[in-house]
């Protein structure tokens, strides 16, 4: 029986349950288009001892990450302008200079340790798709191509220094051995060094039907609660909170060896708008689920409607949160005539499931498309301005999350 990952509880029964779907960054080439395509169960539990809610199916991570991976971090100026940010706050904050080593766990393309690059920190990226590693390297980070593990760790710590920061952005959630990545954060990490973790927040995900972004990469979905006593476990604490508007509202986590960092009021804050909100009761995450179910229902009744008056609707952007929302609503070709992207790695392959194809922004236009329904919605305001001339021709956007609605 498969345990909580944090604290080894009982697991929940599902409260929600997307079906069995393909692996959301799976995208299709062209000629592997009548290949067997592996489906997989996306379940969503709750530990009944500490409260972390999680999959209860882990796909083989080296078939998600070492398999022709196609996600880059995002390249959007709300994208770039945010990672920035965040390698600018941390410099700041914590006083880093040209001595200092900042490491990323899951570092993708190397654009976070871009901005503590320019700002004069050594930087080491750490990321299993190989692929993506040599993008980075392209790009002047210093990237290992590999899983992050704790004797990986010690090899790191041996052949450069240890870390003064240790970065995890939108993948803490990603693992299924966090017990594993403590321990090699803990073997690497200087004594008044910073371990800091940025990921969606349940509580947002809640209250704005984010459930979009669940998909078998994302194995937990995060929240403060459970993870104070799970880092106390290890002899670390979480000592301050942040709550980011990024990525439909996320989440910045610092956590130090314990003793080493003052304890902010920020964390008792949030810890008791997690109780106030009721975030972890059963009750309210099994409501979440049958909201779900409704929006599904809302959507496609939009989309089939539209479609009855003769209306040609297309996918904006092709993000792993839209496969997801594609695959649970069964909105395949018969109803989005193509999805768009800007991602070389993405253009001319089907999408995961419904294998709808991938094609660049322009079709849009060329397509006399009416409808744009906006998978990336996290980046709704830039998309649309970005697309001003197919609004201009009358185009509508249809924006799914967390109600569906045409803009």
């Not at 004594?191 to 990921?199: H, R, T």
Request: overall charge negative.
């Amino acid at each position: 029986m498969i345990k909580c990952r944090l604290c080894s509880g009982e697991l929940s029964n599902p409260f929600l349950d997307l079906g069995f779907t393909p692996p959301a960054d799976g995208f299709i080439r062209p000629e592997h288009l009548n290949l067997p395509e592996m489906h997989f169960p996306l379940r969503v539990v709750s530990c009944k001892r500490c409260g972390f809610v999680q999959l209860d199916h882990v796909v083989d991570p080296t078939l998600l990450y070492q398999n022709d991976y196609p996600y880059e971090s995002s390249m959007t100026k709300t994208g770039l302008s945010h990672f920035d940010s965040f390698a600018g706050g941390v410099c700041d904050a914590f006083g880093l200079n040209s001595d200092d080593l900042v490491i990323d766990i899951g570092s993708n393309v190397g654009v976070l340790l871009d901005g503590f690059k320019r700002r004069g920190c050594k930087v080491l990226g750490v990321d299993p798709a190989k692929n993506i590693a040599a993008i980075a390297e392209h790009n002047g980070i210093p990237t290992i191509g590999d899983f992050f593990t704790p004797d990986l760790a010690n090899t790191i710590r041996e052949e450069h220094q240890r870390a003064k920061v240790i970065t995890g952005s939108n993948v803490f959630a990603h693992v299924d051995d966090l017990n594993s990545l403590v321990a090699g954060i803990q073997a690497l990490l200087e004594k008044d060094g910073v371990f800091i973790i940025e990921a969606p927040y349940l509580l947002h995900l809640l209250d704005n039907l984010e459930y979009d972004t669940i998909y078998h990469e994302h194995l937990s979905y995060i929240s403060i609660k459970p993870l104070v006593p799970f880092f106390e476990s290890h002899g670390m604490a979480v000592f301050d909170v942040q709550e980011v508007d990024i990525h439909g509202g996320s989440i910045r986590i610092f956590v130090g060896h314990k003793g080493q960092h003052a304890v902010q009021d920020s964390v008792a804050n949030v810890l008791n708008l997690e109780d106030e909100r009721g975030i972890h009761s059963m009750d309210n995450l099994e409501t979440f689920g049958q909201r779900v179910a409704d929006h599904r229902d809302e959507l496609m009744w939009l989309l089939r409607s539209l479609k009855r008056e003769g209306k040609k609707i297309a996918g904006v952007s092709a993000p792993a949160k839209g496969m997801t929302l594609l695959n649970y609503c069964k909105i395949g070709p018969e109803t989005l005539e193509f999805l768009t992207e800007k991602s070389k790695l993405k253009l001319g392959r089907h999408a995961p499931g419904s294998h709808i194809k991938v094609v660049a922004d322009s079709e849009l236009l060329e397509a006399d498309v009416d409808y744009a329904l906006l998978l990336a919605w996290n980046f709704k305001d830039e998309i649309m301005n970005n697309l001003s001339e197919f609004r201009e021709k009358g185009g509508k956007f249809i924006i799914p999350i967390p109600k569906p609605t045409i803009i």
